[in-house]
């Protein structure tokens, strides 16, 4: 209580207890000077009380328009990073100091297509293995060690995907970091683009050097059987040097032959492009192989063709000999004896054609050299078969690709646009 309503108090007790009226209002009078003197002092508080609460009742306005401003700029800073996240060509993935994954953008799904709800805000090693990326993920958020670019081949659901990883530190300051940032992209149409590349490259140097030695043999090889037939001829009497000469000429026919077929392989293809029925041709193909009775009668023929026509622009012989190619290599593969497949399956802007047989396969440490020329495993093989094929397709914009399994079998896969690159 205040001093001057203690006084108040004293008073207004003095003039309930005066002995004289005079006295008593005496008493009261004092009491009510008190009393309009506290009634000023409480109006007074009360204006200061109201100026204080106006004062702050302004600066929480400021503060909340401030933190208004502020939830709108975070709001426009997440739509903005969230837009970025989902625009980039680029997967990302953040992983923290814990080992959790806070961060998992939508690319990142479809490259290594694991579902959202399995992967974020869990530790990565209850999805991963600590060296899924390439490197060790603990040593890289301890120790901050890690290869700034790594590759991963994984195989999902569908396919076998490259996937190429660059690794970053996300900084706090300059001393501590808060976790690792992995960018991933799928680089396997790039890896293809890129065998094919050197493929091509080294496809077109065996192509040079081959002609050029063929041009050089052909000439002198032609004197040479010229001369052996005049000496067939000159030694009618002698009938066994007659036969000797025989060999010469064998020989040179066989050595003519070979010329031949590097001259022809290596010969520009010039393709005559009309509209082809890719179903029609194939039925074509296996119509022909039904018929030929060096094809095997124990090999069963699936084929699994588009219902509809499917009109591709494609060179309809060369075509037809880069495919009967590979029929002849999956019958040589089964030894005359199991399943050749064919389908055609049609995709947006191509198609594939699958060639596939239950042959002993190819073994992994030659399936990089079966497109390169001469290369072969049989004995009376030329080596020239796939490379010709692959040369066609190529001319048609198109791949050619092989997968196999020892002792299962192998599938070709021809790739065409179907529209003129
Ligand atoms: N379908 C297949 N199955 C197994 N191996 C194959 C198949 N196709 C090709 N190859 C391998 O690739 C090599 C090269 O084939 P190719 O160029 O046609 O030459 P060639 O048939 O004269 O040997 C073959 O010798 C063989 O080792
Ligand atoms: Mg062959």
């Known amino acids: 209580m205040s001093d001057i309503l203690n006084e108040l108090n004293k008073s207004a007790n003095l003039a309930l207890n005066s002995k004289s009226t005079q006295e008593s209002m005496k008493h009261l009078a004092k009491a009510f000077a008190l009393f309009s003197k506290e009634t000023t ?89 600590d060296d899924f990326f390439g490197f060790s993920i603990k040593n890289a958020l301890n120790f901050a060690m890690f290869p700034k670019t790594s590759y991963i081949t994984i195989k999902t659901k569908n396919l076998k995907k490259i996937i190429k990883i660059t690794t970053s530190l996300v900084s706090a300051s300059s001393k501590t970091h808060r976790g690792i940032m992995l960018l991933l992209k799928d680089v396997t149409d790039l890896q293809k683009l890129q065998t094919q590349a050197n493929r091509n490259d080294r496809l077109s140097q065996i192509g040079q050097i081959t002609t050029s030695i063929a041009h050089e043999i052909k000439n002198p090889l032609s004197s ?57 041709m194939i039925k074509d193909i296996v119509k022909s192989i039904e018929i030929d009775e060096s094809f095997s009668e124990n090999v069963k023929i699936n084929l699994s063709l588009a219902n509809s026509s499917y009109f591709i622009p494609a060179d309809k012989d060369l075509l037809k000999s880069a495919i009967l190619n590979l029929i002849i290599n999956a019958y040589q593969a089964m ?31 030659d399936l990089d050299n079966i497109f390169t020329p001469f290369f072969t495993t049989k004995q009376r093989g030329n080596g020239l078969g796939l490379p010709q094929a692959y040369k066609i397709i190529s001319a048609h914009s198109g791949i050619l690709e092989v997968r196999s399994i020892l002792n299962k079998g192998t599938t070709f896969t021809i790739t065409l646009p179907n529209v003129r690159k």
């Open 224 to 280: 040479i059987r010229g001369f052996a037939s005049l000496l067939y001829n000159d030694l009618e009497n002698s009938k066994p040097l007659q036969d000797l000469v025989t060999y010469i000429l064998d020989a040179t026919k066989a050595l003519e032959r070979v010329t031949n077929n590097v001259l022809a392989y290596t010969r520009e293809v010039v393709l005559d492009i009309e509209s082809i029925d890719v179903s029609s």
């Open 41 to 129: 002092r409480l109006e007074n508080a009360n204006v200061r009380l109201l100026n204080r609460f106006n004062k702050i009742n302004y600066q929480l306005e400021r503060v909340e328009n401030e933190m208004r401003n502020k939830i709108s700029d975070l709001d426009a800073t997440e739509l903005y990073l969230n837009n970025i996240l989902k625009n980039i060509s680029q997967g990302i993935l953040y992983i923290d100091l814990t080992g959790v994954v806070t961060t998992y953008s939508e690319k990142a799904q479809n490259i290594l297509e694991i579902d959202e709800k399995t992967l974020l805000f869990n530790k990565y090693l209850d999805n991963f293995r």
């Open 335 to 365: 030894d005359d004896r199991g399943y050749l497949s064919i389908s055609i399956i049609k995709n947006i802007s191509s198609i594939s054609i699958n060639i596939s047989d239950t042959g002993e396969g190819i073994e992994k440490k």
